[in-house]
């Protein structure tokens, strides 16, 4: 049984490209929230996804967006980078009728923007 | 989201049990209290949660304090592979999960 898969693992950007990074769930999940690390720090929540729809926001500006597919595989989109979005991005999988008791998380893509 | 407090950093000695303690004075009365844990060079990972009365799982124990305003999760018996940062997290529901910086736990072979 997979459990959360991200791509890429690493990446390296300069300021002002874009990226997507992708998701998919753990089988049987339906739930995708995202997560922002930077180094030394806690796992900031960034939003989350279910049905197609992002149902929570965390405190992040608009360049970040995000989509969910109807196989419940997920993107996250980041526009304009800064060198502050350097970090750990984390996908988490759940299922929606469960609550956010038992999160699965991913090992994470690992940007770097220079 | 309820502010929760932990140790920056705590020490054990391998085989010997441990005792992680959380403050979440302002947690509300529907909150879970959810435990997470994330290993050097991995995403977090699942511990346990609980409401009221105290848990149990194959990996640890959650004693939750009568008033709700303090947990401690129990590692019976630490081995290396239980070093990590520990996150205590109180949460509802579908609710986003509020990291803070957790307790780095050390194991003393």
């Known amino acids: 049984d997979a459990g959360v898969t991200q791509s890429p693992t690493h990446l390296i950007k300069t300021r002002g490209q874009q990226v997507t990074l992708r998701c998919s769930p753990k089988s049987g999940h339906d739930t995708v929230s995202w997560y922002q690390q930077a180094l030394g720090q806690g796992p900031q929540f960034i939003f989350q996804?279910?049905?197609?729809?992002?149902?929570q926001r965390g405190n992040f500006p608009d360049r970040f967006s995000g989509h969910q597919f109807p196989n419940y595989s997920s993107e996250l989109n980041v526009n304009a980078l800064l060198l502050g979005d350097s970090a750990l991005y984390l996908c988490?999988?759940?299922?929606?009728?469960?609550?956010?008791?038992?999160?699965?998380f991913g090992e994470g893509s690992r940007l770097t923007v220079l | 989201d309820a502010k929760t407090t932990q140790p920056n950093s705590m020490e054990s000695n391998e085989e010997e049990p441990v005792h992680l303690p959380c403050n979440h004075s302002t947690i509300s009365g529907t909150d879970y209290i959810h435990w997470y844990r994330q290993l050097p060079s991995q995403g977090p990972e699942y511990v346990i949660h609980g409401l009221t009365s105290n848990v149990n799982n194959r990996m640890a124990s959650l004693a939750i304090a009568e008033d709700r305003k303090s947990s401690t999760l129990i590692l019976h018996r630490a081995t290396l592979r239980d070093a990590a940062v520990y996150y205590c997290i109180p949460s509802f529901g579908n609710e986003k999960l509020t990291f803070g910086t957790g307790t780095r736990l050390t194991i003393i072979p």
């Open positions: 988490a999988s759940s299922l929606w009728d469960r609550g956010a008791g038992e999160l699965f």
């Open positions: 996804y279910y049905e197609e729809e992002e149902r």
